[in-house]
């Protein structure tokens, strides 16, 4: 009789858990699209690219991309994480009426410091050294923008910018975006799901994985990361190319772009997987938004000098 009444609490505390990540991602997911004009989700963003400019059409892609994506990261990422010791310690807690202060004052430390630390390296991508080019890129832009047919190009590529200006609580929406909808895809997700299958290979007991098997599991999926980040990167610009009938002139190195992918994804894909294994997925998220905040800030004060 215990043991049904253990299942059907564990069962509800599953959804409570569930719906409250779910909703934090689809409504700030939600709020943040509503206030772009350009699409803010991959496949609503590939259907401008080719040509597809209908409103409905690309409102309507972006609501069920981030429902639906949201719903498979939560779930599935919840029901991985408890299977290997991992999940939302303080969400849980405090669905269970127990007091958070224990498991929240350890966290603050390591998440601000990661935050911070990964804001600094998230800047060493826009070095002149990983650049060369960046001069002659400057000349050729300047370049096509005197030519005869900058009219028309800038009709073209208005589809793909939002020219409205960047507000606080826009920044700060998107933000929260992406720390919420990119640490639960990620790490509750993806990096849930990759320690499951380590941990079934290498035998570790049910409920639990190993130092080893968390670590390699952080490391795939920062691989992952960095493919995706390239193969994304290298899409996208083609098709933007294309579009707008042009052909890209100044072209980096294979290894500088991949060095650039490498400095932008693998420092923030090791430290937030590193806290989400250590303190929980609510650590990862706070880490990642003062991340975005704080290289915001050294963007405007220090960069835009330096660069």
């Known amino acids: 009789m215990s043991e049904v009444s253990n299942a059907r609490m564990e069962k509800r505390l599953f959804w409570r858990e569930f719906w409250l990540l779910w909703s934090a991602g689809a409504i700030t997911g939600l709020i943040f699209a509503a206030l772009v004009r350009i699409p803010t989700t991959p496949v609503a963003a590939i259907l401008l690219l080719r040509g597809h400019s209908q409103k409905p059409l690309l409102v309507g892609t972006e609501a069920t991309e981030i429902t639906v994506e949201l719903a498979i990261a939560a779930s599935c990422g919840l029901l991985a994480a408890h299977r290997i010791g991992l999940g939302a310690p303080i969400v849980e807690r405090w669905l269970c009426g127990e007091p958070i202060k224990p498991q929240v004052r350890p966290m603050l430390v390591p998440s601000l410091v990661v935050g911070i630390l990964l804001a600094v ?9 990983f650049h060369p080019n960046r001069q002659l890129a400057h000349h050729e832009a300047e370049r096509i923008s005197e030519s005869p047919d900058r009219a028309k190009l800038a009709e073209k590529l208005g589809r793909f910018i939002d020219e409205r200006p960047l507000t606080l609580t826009s920044l700060t929406v998107s933000y929260l975006n992406a720390a919420i909808r990119g640490e639960l895809i990620s790490r509750l997700f993806l990096l ?28 795939g999926v920062a691989a992952i990361g960095a493919i995706a980040s390239v193969a994304w990167q290298g899409a996208t610009t083609k098709m933007i190319y294309s579009s707008v009938g042009m052909i890209k002139i100044v072209h980096d190195s294979f290894w500088l772009v991949i060095a650039r992918a490498l400095l932008g994804t693998i420092p923030g894909a090791v430290g937030f997987g590193w806290l989400y294994v250590r303190r929980g997925i609510e650590s990862a998220i706070l880490s990642a938004f003062v991340s975005s905040v704080v290289a915001h800030l050294l963007f405007v004060l220090v960069a835009v000098r330096l660069f």
């Not at 390296?121 to 050294?129: A, C, E, G, Y």
């Not at 499951?196 to 080893?212: C, D, H, V």
């Open 192 to 219: 849930s799901i990759i320690a499951l299958i380590f941990a079934k290979i290498t035998g570790s007991p049910s409920g639990t994985a190993s130092n080893r098997v968390l670590f390699a599991a952080v490391l």
């Open 121 to 129: 390296i998230s800047m060493l991508p826009n070095l002149s050294v």
